[in-house]
């Protein structure tokens, strides 16, 4: 074979190879502009989304429709499927129209106060004496134990008795995320009406409500106050509380 043949068969096999990468190029092209242009179905704003509203209510309460768009103008994280989300909370408002996004929705931003309880859980505030406050080291979404010291007169005189009346209990809000956002807005605020105690709003039972209650009104002054623990659902036994009386006995 000589030279000029040679230079002739290499020419013919890059064009070739050349021929079969620019009909590979196109057909993919044209399968990705096909693809865009296929309908595919998304969410879009019936109503005004609030904030804070979970994710398992959009359908029931007539919050989203569905709408088809091509593909090419879907926006990036789309929600096309309730199932992606139906454990989050929205974080932020969704207007009338707007296609719904994934990256609307995370699990705790914004949720309302009635999705935080069920059954016969309650929210509700409880002062701690700043004498027994565990300051900056109690986070919403903590657990707690609370107790209670008070005097007791017994034959041989008096004792102090200190009792657990509650125990893991989750706490929602502590005073520094309770506080205002500014500066100057949060030193007008006191703790509370006498500036001595520190608001918890916490979550639990009625039961367990009750006896907090009980064991706040009658521990001595500044001897009701919380510990924190090291985990919620831990395996260690939950001492039984001190139960508050029957008020219909006398």
Partial sequence: MNYTLRNLLVAAVLMMIGIVLVTSFIRGER????????????????????????AKELQSG?????????????????????????TLVSNQTVYTGEV?????????????????VKGNERLVSIPIPAAN???SHIRPGDHVDFF????????????????AYARDIEIMDTPMSLAPKTDEAAAQVAPDAEGNTKLYVIKATDAEIQNIL????SADANKFFMTLR???GDTQSKLTPLTAPDPSVN
């Avoid at 719904?100 to 999705?115: E, I, W, Y």
């Avoid at 209670?148 to 009792?163: C, D, V, Y």
């Avoid at 009980?214 to 009104?217: D, I, P, T």
């Fill in 31 to 54: 399968r990705s502009l096909s693809r865009g242009k296929q309908q595919v179905q998304v969410y879009v704003a019936a109503k005004d989304i609030p904030e804070g509203t979970p």
């Fill in 62 to 86: 007539g919050f989203i429709e569905t709408r088809d768009m091509t593909r090419e103008d879907v926006p990036p994280q789309a929600l096309g499927k309730l199932s992606s989300v139906e």
């Fill in 100 to 116: 719904v996004s994934m990256t609307a929705f995370d699990r705790t931003a914004g949720l309302k106060p009635t999705a935080q």
């Fill in 133 to 135: 406050d565990i300051g």
């Fill in 148 to 163: 209670a010291t008070r005097g007791l007169q017994t034959p041989a005189g008096q004792i102090m008795e200190t009792r």
């Fill in 214 to 217: 009980f064991g706040l009104s």
């Fill in 230 to 232: 090291g985990s919620s």
